[in-house]
């Protein structure tokens, strides 16, 4: 197991950090070292370009990130860095996401961010995707990957359905 720091997960506000959990908790189970840490586009801009800039020389391969409103994390993040930036929307209280998403999503042609749904759902993608990008190179972890979309197809197909009421 890879014990360096591969993924970084960085997020606007620590309110989102139960989202942004899910996709710590699918790196953990697939075994990634990764950080996860506050950085906010506007009131930690600073913060933000260092972090930014620093990623790929501390030997990051992938950052995913998650913000909330004008969620400009990800975009700046990835106008920073040549690193795969995967942008989570956290859901908004005012507009439940849509604001988040739409800000993430709607990049201008030339600086990418992969962009996820909103929500845990997201964050947990996010961090599947990541794995699908770290297996592109380590046969180990790819067999992980191959053997969780296994458990998730039997789970599936071992689902049954009550009498019709
Ligand atoms: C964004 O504003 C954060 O990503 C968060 O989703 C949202 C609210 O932040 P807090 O007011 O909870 O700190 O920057």
Request: glycine content about 8%; hydrophobic content about 50%; charged content about 15%.
């Amino acid at each position: 197991m890879n014990m360096k720091v591969q993924v970084g997960i960085i997020m606007g506000s620590n309110s989102d950090w139960p989202t942004m959990q899910a996709a710590a908790r699918i790196l953990e189970d697939f075994g990634v070292a990764f950080e996860a840490r506050v950085v906010s586009a506007h009131r930690t801009p600073d913060l933000m370009f260092e972090y930014a800039e620093t990623a790929r020389e501390r030997g990051l391969k992938a950052i995913i990130a998650g913000a909330g409103g004008a969620a400009h994390l990800p975009g700046m993040v990835a106008a920073k860095t040549t690193l795969p930036v995967l942008g989570v929307p956290v859901q908004s209280r005012a507009l439940s996401g849509q604001d988040s998403l739409l800000s993430i999503v709607q990049m201008p042609k030339g600086v990418p961010v992969a962009t996820f749904a909103i929500g845990e759902a997201g964050a947990a993608n996010a961090a599947l995707f990541a794995v699908s990008l770290l297996a592109n190179e380590d046969a180990a972890l790819a067999a992980r990957l191959a053997e969780f979309r296994q458990r998730q197809t039997e789970t599936v197909l071992a689902m049954t359905l009550p009498p019709v009421e």
